[in-house]
């Protein structure tokens, strides 16, 4: 069990050894975490990833038989853990628990030899109900999104759906479970939630949970994101003044995204992810699995590798590394870094996917 006492202990993640393979992209960045979607589906419309005005009741999510089986999940976890280094496995979405019997695959990845970590991240408005379902199946952590917790700011940045007791009835599910540390994401925009970081920190303070406020990324073309609804890192640490001393923390494993900070009478701990002037990716480990099968080496990335063909054509094993071994050996990704060398250099505001290669 880790100890809450010390900010340091409560925000860390399990320790990551080095790993015996050395899958090295072209900028020399090992392959450490895979995250995998398990449903392309979520049951809020959140406005900064999923909005209701084109994510409606005619849109058209990936049909069940195009998704991955668990079996198919599974497989090249193990392939990405015992062959190319990953140590980490992260289950998201889409809304993940809204996937049926997730904890029969979690059940599945939790004894692969090697892995370190099986973390989930949640909206947290099913997380009450199955919580200790997926602690008892295998998974060690969960981190929920949760944007602000007054009602009337939740239901703007929801879409209108979900209750926001209901997500903090699944922090304390999560926490009795043993899913510790819970981690809160907060995504913070100009002019709608700022408000929420102070309360957010306020109300976890002490209480063995870590918020971490993530600066309002242009993710995709579809969320409305302006250069001016962005709330920097340096101003949110600014927000927090008056809650107590904060110290800046140690990285706890090579490419870790978020600035750590702990309290200095250990009453716990915040993170911010920055992405624009001060970009989290250059040292980036981190590659996603689509819902549907495709290996996606960057967050901001228009295509992937397609795995889900090759699985149900009946390739091998070694034939499945390979081709994850190209993707990654060719990967050069490092969007947020390009972004902040042409604000700077010649004052763009927003980049493209096609202007910076995904």
């Given at each position: 069990m880790l100890d809450f006492g010390t900010g340091a202990n409560m925000f860390s993640s399990p320790p990551m050894t080095e790993a015996r393979p050395q899958l090295l992209d072209r900028l020399q960045r090992p392959l450490r975490e895979l995250r995998i979607s398990?449903?392309?589906?979520?049951?809020?419309?959140?406005?900064?990833c999923m909005p209701e005005d084109v994510y409606d009741e005619g849109y058209r999510f990936t049909r069940r038989a195009e998704i991955l089986r668990f079996e198919e999940i599974t497989r090249?976890?193990?392939?990405?853990?015992?062959?190319?280094?990953?140590?980490?496995?992260?289950?998201?979405?889409?809304?993940?628990?809204?996937?049926?019997?997730?904890?029969?695959?979690?059940?599945?990845?939790?004894?692969?030899?090697?892995?370190?970590?099986l973390a989930l991240t949640t909206n947290g408005s099913l997380l009450a109900f199955q919580a200790d379902a997926l602690a008892r199946a295998?998974?060690?952590?969960?981190?929920?999104?949760?944007?602000?917790?007054?009602?009337?700011?939740?239901?703007?940045?929801?879409?209108?759906?979900?209750?926001?007791?209901?997500?903090?009835?699944?922090?304390?599910?999560?926490?009795?479970?043993?899913?510790?540390?819970?981690?809160?994401?907060?995504?913070?925009?100009r002019g709608v939630n700022?408000?929420?970081?102070?309360?957010?920190?306020?109300?976890?303070?002490?209480?063995?949970?870590?918020?971490r406020f993530i600066?309002?990324?242009?993710?995709?073309?579809?969320?409305?994101?302006?250069p001016d609804s962005v709330v920097g890192a340096d101003e949110i640490c600014a927000m927090l003044e008056g809650l107590g001393t904060l110290e800046r923390l140690p990285a706890t494993h090579h490419g870790e995204v978020a600035q750590r900070y702990a309290y200095a009478d250990g009453q716990g701990a915040v993170g911010v992810i920055a992405a624009g002037p001060r970009p989290c990716c250059g040292d980036c480990t981190r590659a996603r699995l689509s819902a549907d099968g495709r290996l996606l080496n960057c967050l901001f990335a228009e295509h992937g590798t397609?795995?889900?063909?090759?699985?149900?054509?009946?390739?091998?094993?070694?034939?499945?590394?390979?081709?994850?071994?190209?993707?990654?050996?060719?990967?050069?990704?490092?969007?947020?870094?390009?972004?902040?060398?042409r604000w700077s250099r010649d004052g763009r505001r927003r980049l493209e996917m096609y202007q910076v290669g995904g």
């Open positions: 398990v449903t392309d589906r979520c049951n809020f419309r959140c406005s900064y090249l976890a193990r392939l990405a853990v015992q062959r190319l280094g990953v140590r980490k496995l992260r289950l998201t979405g889409g809304e993940p628990l809204t996937r049926r019997e997730l904890p029969a695959l979690i059940q599945m990845l939790a004894p692969i030899d090697g892995l370190q970590d295998g998974l060690r952590r969960a981190t929920v999104s949760l944007d602000a917790l007054d009602a009337p700011t939740f239901a703007k940045l929801s879409g209108g759906r979900g209750d926001v007791a209901e997500v903090l009835r699944g922090i304390e599910a999560a926490q009795a479970a043993g899913l510790s540390p819970v981690k809160i994401n907060c995504v913070v925009q700022e408000h929420a970081v102070r309360a957010l920190a306020e109300r976890f303070r002490g209480r063995g949970v870590v918020v600066e309002f990324m242009d993710v995709g073309t579809r969320n409305a994101w302006q397609d795995l889900r063909a090759p699985m149900r054509d009946g390739v091998g094993d070694d034939a499945l590394v390979a081709a994850i071994e190209r993707a990654w050996g060719a990967r050069g990704d490092r969007y947020s870094e390009q972004r902040a060398e």
